[in-house]
Structure formats: structure tokens, C-alpha cells
């Protein structure tokens, strides 16, 4: 490893060769130098993980203008696969998909040994947005009342699609179950949920995204849309098992929401693999962190963006050169 002095630029301290040139980072290319290439694995193409994504590829060339960035599509758990063997640089994830693979919970078969994190960035929160002219305005009315709708949740693997099953399996319901009275759950990312449900081909869409989400705020133009109340007895259990947070959608987030309404969140973080450099990942979460200010116009969930904050409730452990940055802010003693 050559002298810290020598990686002050993100060219030379991001020691990864683009994944799409077919060779992800190793433990054995610490030594290359003057690669400028990152990839970072994000979300749906036209989702606002993308425009986050974007201004976090904007701090790191504001610490070096050459850098090459690609941002890349994905979603929360097939980022984390991604991440573990070295596909990608960084990706976008959630705190509890991330806790969940660690620990080989869940959906992970096996444990990922080969995680860590960056930053948390903002809370990303379940939103079931519903054609109006279904007449209903609860979660529940469509589990007790057996409702043939059809609703899409998201890419399969995603942590949306994740959160919706385990939604449905807190109200005692399985897929196969749902599709025996007559629903149908299909799996579109979100940008194809919002134009299925503009036009009719689907009743519901479910997402967990920040608020107020845009697919949302363009469907509200020319739909008539409700967002779905859940049951509180739910959301606790489901805090407490799934370690989720209550978060509160403000009333007038969209302009069909007269009210405020609880629903569940987790927090989208920064993710990369645990053998990236020391330097490397000191550099990534300091570029970040010393541009605070400039995420806060990229967009509104990022406004209330702090050091502190990007230091919290990742779910998983922080990658040793992150911590090192954020002991130096004085977050950790």
C-alpha cells in the first residue's frame, strides 16, 4: 500500500477496475494506481434514488474532477450480493436488508462477509398508493374484504417487495393465498407501477421511497390516488421483529393526503466491500461528508442531512476508514 499522501485523489484511492470491463475489486489489486472508474449500483433508472445517487457521484468529483462514476441499476438486495463479491464499488441499500444479510437472515441463504458501511443517507418509507376508485382507504379493508385487486410491489428482490410480504404475512396471508381469492401481485419497478396504475392495468402500487416520492407527484396530476392507512397494531409488531422504524407521512406531502398517516421506513445507506482500502473509504465518506450542504439542494429528503446523521442507523458496521473519518468529526469517541 503506498503512502496516504499519495491517495488524496479519489483516481488513485478508488483501487476498483469498472465491473462492466469484467473485474471487480480484490484484496490482491490494492496496489494498482490511477484507476478512475467507480461503479455505483442504485435503483430503478428513473426512481429518486437515481437523482441521490447522482449528487453523491457530484461530491466525489468535486474531490476529483476526473473521476469517472457510472451509476448502474439495481435494487436493494441484488446490490448487496453485488457488493459482497465485488461486482461493484458501492450500492444503494437498506439498513435492514443489510442487517438481514450479514446475519444470513431471511431471504440470505448464507451470511455476506464482505459488507460494511458508508453513510446513511434518508429514511425511505412504505407508501401503498391506490386508485381512489377502488372506495378504500386501509390495508385492512383489503385483507378482510378478500379484494381482487391487483397491486405491483416492486421489483422482485427489492426491499419494497420484501416489506409488502412481510406486510402481508403480519395480516396473516401468504402470496399464494392472495392469488387464490382472485388478487394478483406482480413485480414492476417502480417507474412501470406508476404508469400501470396511471392507466389502470393495476389497482395498487406499493413502494418504500422518500417522500414526497415524484412518480407519485406526477401520477396525482391526472389520477385520483389514496394512500393506504396500516394498521397500528401492525406496524409495532413489525418494528419489533423486523427492526423497521414508524415514520409519520405529514399531512399535504401529496395533495390528495389530508392527514397524517404512520407507516413504516427504513434508512437507504451507502454500502461497500469490506476489503476496499482503509484510504479509499475514508476518502468516499470524507468527499461526502465535506459536501453536505451541496446534497441538501439535490433533493428534499436529503435536507436534513448531517455528519451525525450519515453516521447512524446503518444496521451494519462501518467500514474502518468511514469510522475513521467520522472519530475525526468528533461523531465517535
Sequence with gaps: MKAL???????????????????????????????????IAGGS???????VLTGISECLHKTEPDAKITIVPGSGTANLYRINNNEVDMGATHNIAAYSAVKGEGIFVEPLDNITAIASLYPSTLQIAANKELG???????????????????????????????????????????????????????SDSAYMLADGRIDV??????????????????KDLVLLEINQDVLNRMTEKYHYNITVIPN????????????LSTNTII???????EAAAYEVTRSIGENVD????????????????????????????????????????
Aim: net charge negative.
Design 5 to 39: 499522501k499519495k491517495l488524496s485523489k479519489i483516481s488513485i484511492l478508488l483501487l476498483f477496475i469498472l465491473v462492466l470491463a469484467g473485474c471487480g475489486y480484490s484484496k490482491e489489486t490494492d496496489n494498482r494506481e490511477n484507476v478512475l472508474d467507480m461503479v
Design 45 to 51: 433508472p428513473e426512481g429518486s434514488l437515481q437523482m
Design 136 to 190: 378504500i382507504i386501509s390495508f385492512d379493508q383489503i385483507i378482510d374484504e378478500k379484494l381482487k385487486i391487483k397491486i405491483s410491489i416492486d421489483q422482485s428482490g427489492s426491499t419494497s417487495a420484501e416489506t409488502f410480504k412481510r406486510l402481508l404475512a403480519e395480516y396473516g396471508v401468504n402470496e399464494k393465498e392472495f392469488t387464490e381469492w382472485g388478487g394478483e401481485i406482480v413485480y414492476k419497478n417502480m
Design 205 to 222: 402500487m406499493s413502494l418504500s421511497t422518500l417522500f414526497p416520492a415524484p412518480t407519485i407527484l406526477e401520477m396525482q396530476t391526472n
Design 252 to 263: 399535504g406531502t401529496y395533495n390528495f393526503l389530508d392527514h397524517d398517516l404512520p407507516s
Design 271 to 277: 454500502a461497500v466491500p469490506k476489503n476496499m482500502p
Design 294 to 333: 451541496y446534497l441538501h439542494d439535490v433533493h428534499a429528503a436529503l435536507k436534513g442531512l448531517t455528519i451525525s446523521r450519515m453516521a447512524s442507523d446503518v444496521g451494519i458496521p462501518l467500514h474502518p476508514g468511514a469510522e475513521k473519518y467520522y472519530r475525526e468529526q468528533g461523531i465517535f469517541q
